[in-house]
């Protein structure tokens, strides 16, 4: 392996320390990110609507 490059073993080390570290946020950033995609989601399912009544009132 090349100087500096990251095996296998040196990510299983990386991941335990972040886990001894962010143990208990884990949880808590999880749902968050999971709140932020569905909210995400329904944006995004509202923006053809948006353009549409943009539309009608002339604003495009």
Not at 16 to 44: D, K, N, Y
Request: charge should be positive; glycine fraction near 12%.
């Amino acid at each position: 392996m090349p100087f500096g490059g990251i095996g296998p073993v040196e990510l299983i080390v990386f991941a335990a320390v972040m886990l001894l570290v962010f143990g208990r946020r884990i949880p808590e950033t999880a749902r968050s990110v999971g709140r932020s995609i569905v909210e995400f989601r329904r944006g995004m399912r509202d923006v053809p609507a948006d353009v549409e009544n943009a539309k009608a009132m002339g604003e495009l």
